[in-house]
């Protein structure tokens, strides 16, 4: 019998693993008036100047309202908690904060609000990953030095000046700095983010219409309406849950179940059926994002002047309006200048500056780049990312688009790193012996955030490290103009010089999509392609 | 039995030590986790450095390996680059597949034994060519196409269950994901415990059972099946490390946010600590296993003694 009494045993351990994980259970979705949405678990900590991806942005964007807004139709930056930000040499701003606004936990919102929160984000010592946002502030190479340990704590030229009052003091002259601030970075943060930082992080507490109720990491987060929000922009629904997605095509099976109820990245292999799927609950609007392909300056192969001449070629070489249309289903709109059409004519957008280095012309095209020497080594290889963003299909597409130019099979190939870590890494080691993949996100709608970070001499987001002189010049010129509209127009110089060199391909700029069931209405996306939540009705 | 186990025991420590080495050694072949952190912009060099040290990044492989394994005799298993400790993450990741291996286990059991012995007995029958037609299609059919088709037709057309599992994850929803999960393995335990039947149906004792008058359920159960079990328990046993390892398809599909979860981030962003740590435990999972099903062999079969 203890063959018996062993299998007994054996089910009674079974029994007991399944009454040990039996816990949980319930549904913890919304409720009236609160509005499901799909989301992605943010990369970093959820801190305003260590959030770098659209995740952990769209819950800042909720929770936190800076000194500028920018405008979710138009892009353009407004006064919010600021009063006035004036500056008479575009390189000493005085600051004042408007009374009555509070964080949601009742403490006031104040001059030192926005001071500490800059010093914390600017200091070497809290791994801030947005820290160079603050590099315009003098100081900043004493709280964050490039190498060796950090000599200050705080930035030398920030300077609070009464209650509400502060002024902040750049190292160089910047005149749109004013419209950087509405970036998440600059938000300020209340007493108990540096008191109790752990406390803060695993439930954040900010100044915007919404407050969080609960989140657990990795799956969920309750937002719920803030009552006593002091601002002109309340929720006007009860709250938001954001649920963790790891493949948005379950979350878009899911809006069409109707059990979410807004997915803000239609999957590209549903764009087909996305129209009569949800029957018109479809948003499809540009975003402030411009692919391109970056060159490696480092490699000499591609700083010559018969390099230029291959690098228009090639341009001329790609088919966008087909791609865009077949591979993207008109998701992507051909790109046609170095910037993105959400800024606005006032506001920089030049179409068609590009002219006809950017129309697919294959005769032309072959002429220039035999002109120019051919390709560098001989073959061009397009290096890319494989692990995310299906970048597969259309790096593949452009090369078709030029062999077909060429009228060579094996002129261009694409070479696919596994994951976007070790692209980057590669990158980093100036490893490319070709063209690569690159990609802005704008961090505020401006003109000089398409230019200055990418094309700069030395710039933060110059991967391939171009440099030219007369660029260097005019952007230093269009940062020190006190005017708006003669500062674009210095910007849109030193964009033609971009252009006269194709220092990069453009491709096509990046619409952001949405899908929404029959329960919402007023559904919108922002510049930056995130969802307007506060806007939405729910019912 | 006693001297057994130990030895076994013992014998784990070499196996511990070179997966998980080798599991290591992979990860950071793949580069340098952070630069993927700074999205597509570089971080800055300051920061970079920073994090490095802080992670331990900048030492040399084997010192990081030591250190590693150092900690993770004191229940250390790191942190995540989003700020979270990693047995944090297994907290909430492990109980919801073990959850989902429980439910494909049982199907395997139940669905799959069960067939395995009506078709062994009615060997040659309709039933026997229709359920080994039936377990064919779902070998040969990837486990992605079964679980997108179950969820667009149970999930959207039909409106049965919910597309996705919630962030509870409790069994009733975990039933179709189970299923899914379990489908190919439960075929193979279908058609292991028909040849298993089969085979023994025609041997002496069986024979001898039936000729001592004992009732026929009896025979089937006591002794036919008691003896057929031991292939399909040494497969099931091997199945549920596979099972727990191998459920980043089916969990990405229905959205459940398990070890196959953590796993796919982990390997996205590189995080060496989460993905390190998690094969760790699932290669515990899968020598313990292996020692269960080796001592329920002497459960099963009293002839088999270990000394």
Redesign the interface.
Known sequence: MRGITRARWAACVIAAGLLATACGGGRGVGGAGVLTSSWGDPQNPLEPANTNEVQGGKVLDMIFRGLKKYDPKTGKAQNWLAASIDTKDSQTFTVKVKDGWTFSNGEKVTARSFVDAWNYGASLRNNQKNAYFFGYIEGYDKVHPDSGPQTADTLSGLKVTGPRTFTVRLNQKFSSFPATLGYAAFAPLPRSFFTDHAAWLKKPVGNGPYLIDSYTRGSAMNLKKWGAYPGPDPARNAGVTLLVYTDNNTAYTDVLAGNLDLVDDVPSTQLKNVATDLNGRYINTPAGILQTLAFPYYDPKWNTAGARKVRTGLSMAINRKQITETIFRSTRTPATDWTSPVLGAAGGYQAGLCGHACDYDPAQAKKLIQEGGGFPGGRLTITYNADTGSHKQWVDAVCNSVNNALGNDKACVGNPVGTFADFRNQIGRHKMTGPFRAGWQMDYPLIQDFLQPLYYTGASSNDGRWSNKRFDHLVDRANAETDTARAIALFQQAEGVVRDNMAAIPLWYQNGSAGYTARLSHVALNPFSVPVYNEIKVG | MGRYVTRRLLQMIPVFIGSTLLIFLMVNV????I?????????????A???KR?FGLDKPLWQQYATYMGNLFTGDFGTA????KVTE?MG?AF?VT??LT?VAILFEIVIGVTLGVLTGLRRGRPVDTGVLLGTLVVISVPTFVTGLLL??LL??QW?WI???V??????GELIVPGLVLASVSLAYVTRLTRTSIAENKRADYVRTAIAKGLPRHRVVVRHLLRNSLIPVVTFIGADIGALMGGAIVT?????I?GVG??L??G????NTQTVVGFVTVLVLVFLVANLLVDL?Y???D?RIRYA
């Open positions: 793949m580069g340098d986790p630069a993927g952190l700074c999205g597509e912009r570089a971080c800055d060099p300051a920061t450095a920073q994090l802080e680059f989003n700020g979270q993450l909430t109980p073990i959850r429980i969820q667009l999930g959207v409106g919910r597309p996705s919630s962030a509870y994850a409790t069994f969990e990405r599909i229905f959205n946010h979860f953590q796919y981030q390997i996205l962003r590189q329920l002497a459960v099963l009293p």
